[in-house]
Nanobody, 116 residues
Framework: QVQLVESGGGLVQPGGSLRLSCAASGFTFSSYAMRWYRQAPGKERELVAGITSTGYVTNYADSVKGRFTISRDNAKNTVNLQMNSLKPEDTSVYYC?????????WGQGTQVTVSS
């Protein structure tokens, strides 16, 4: 079955960096686009970044452009999110996502807290 397992979250000071990873299994990873979403308390889940199956095309929310970088390793079935210059408003639970067989699949999420 499809499994997505996020890791790498934690507490970081404003201006700091974190690298999130998502390990995928149960499907042909190299054939599917992958995305990172986030959801803060009391807010809707929002798309942060996406990457095509080959990794050649990426897209970002305006709020993270120039600070976050999404990448993937199709040999290792992983997708990463490098987050730099973190701000308190980046505090959220971050989720890995893919869409296949007419439905969304989600990981369990990893908490990112940006605070001094």
């Amino acid at each position: 079955q499809v499994q997505l397992v996020e890791s790498g979250g934690g507490l970081v000071q404003p201006g700091g960096s974190l690298r999130l990873s998502c390990a995928a299994s149960g499907f042909t990873f190299s054939s599917y686009a992958m995305r990172w979403y986030r959801q803060a308390p009391g807010k809707e889940r929002e798309l942060v970044a996406g990457i095509t199956s080959t990794g050649y095309v990426t897209n970002y929310a305006d709020s993270v452009k120039g600070r976050f970088t999404i990448s993937r390793d199709n040999a290792k079935n992983t997708v990463n999110l490098q987050m730099n210059s973190l701000k308190p408003e980046d505090t959220s639970v971050y989720y890995c996502n893919t869409y296949l067989s007419f439905r969304d699949y989600w990981g369990q999420g990893t908490q990112v807290t940006v605070s001094s």
